[in-house]
């Protein structure tokens, strides 16, 4: 789905986790079909927006270069070991110019790009923020439009986006999808799927 020129949400993809709980890089783990966690992710993302932005840790080369063979546009986040927060406000930053954001996170490969456009649609008709809903859970990716971008940006180490979104109507912006991958993340080994 493509969106004229002076209304493109951006796509941020969160890829600045340190995989503590997974007990080695989950993002370069492999699926069962040999595609890393944070490249499925990236395609996906890749394929409902145009050029979207990942945010790595400093020297993380290996997910660099996997990521921008994806079709991401990757940025380094010096304060990334702070949390999620200063990653976020890091691509904010750097796509200050883009008509809202669509962060999704590295760690949800199984997210339909279907579902992600049609979130990316809502702030494009004018919504402030939206997040899909699957069976009565709220689920990932979140979207933001443009004019919520000092509170994106005054965001910092752990402190996420959910108060900004709740700040914003967020219950009111609730897109029921059928898309249970918006509730399926990656956290320990035995998430990933064996076949």
């Given at each position: 789905?493509a ?13 600045a ?7 080695s ?8 079909d040999?595609?890393?966690v ?22 993380a080369?290996?997910?660099r270069?996997?990521?921008?063979a ?14 999620m ?23 949800m490969?199984?997210?339909r790009?279907?579902?992600m ?7 494009i008709?004018?919504?402030?923020v ?28 752990d402190?996420?986006?959910?108060k ?8 009111g912006?609730?897109?029921?999808v ?5 509730l ?12």
């Open positions: 789905m969106f004229p020129e002076q209304q493109v949400v951006r796509g941020i993809l969160l890829a986790g340190s995989s503590t709980r997974f007990g890089d989950k993002l370069l783990h492999k699926l069962p040999g595609t890393a944070a490249v499925a992710s990236a395609r996906n993302l890749a394929r409902a927006l145009p050029n979207p932005l990942a945010v790595i840790r400093p020297n080369v290996a997910l270069a996997a990521l921008e994806a079709g991401c546009e990757v940025i380094e986040c010096a304060d990334a070991h702070t949390g927060g200063a990653s976020l406000a890091c691509a904010v930053r750097a796509s200050a110019d883009a008509a809202g954001w669509l962060v999704a996170l590295a760690d490969p199984f997210i790009f279907e579902t456009a049609a979130l990316a649609q809502w702030i008709s004018g919504s402030a939206a997040a899909p809903v699957y069976r009565g859970q709220r689920g990932h990716p979140v979207c933001f439009a443009a004019y919520q971008r000092d509170e994106l940006l005054a965001l910092h180490g402190e996420g986006a959910r900004v979104f709740q700040r914003h109507g967020g219950l912006n609730l897109v029921r059928d898309d249970p991958g918006v399926r993340d990656i956290d320990v080994p035995g998430d990933v799927p064996r076949n």
